[in-house]
């Protein structure tokens, strides 16, 4: 089961997305490079921020993050649904009367 991430939520192009093949790599004795592959799924570690939150949406976000602890988001990214979990504390900064708010999800297209 998953839920949507609320509207009015959006994400910088600042957004870091790291790929993540599901490889190990490991070194043999001789040197040569043996690859295991874990799973047939691509998982993505994607840097959310979100830059400009009033207190309202602020507050709101914290609230269903923390009400949606272990359970999957699915979040639109450029055009692409993904479905993962945030796995990161909230990172907020205050500008003025705006929040800046970042966290790690982990996560593969839906």
Do not use: W
Request: proline fraction near 3%; hydrophobic fraction near 35%.
């Amino acid at each position: 089961m998953s839920v949507s991430l609320p509207t009015g939520y959006y994400l910088t192009r600042d957004s870091s997305i790291d790929v993540y093949t599901n490889e190990i790599h490991d070194k043999m004795d001789d040197g040569t490079l043996r690859t295991r592959i874990l799973g047939s799924e691509i998982f993505e570690d994607i840097r959310c921020v979100f830059p400009a939150l009033t207190q309202a949406q602020y507050l709101s976000f914290k609230g269903f993050v923390a009400s949606n602890r272990g359970t999957d988001i699915d979040i639109p990214i450029d055009g692409q649904d993904y479905t993962g979990r945030i796995t990161s504390g909230l990172s907020v900064t205050r500008r003025g009367r705006l929040f800046v708010v970042s966290f790690t999800y982990y996560a593969k297209a839906a």
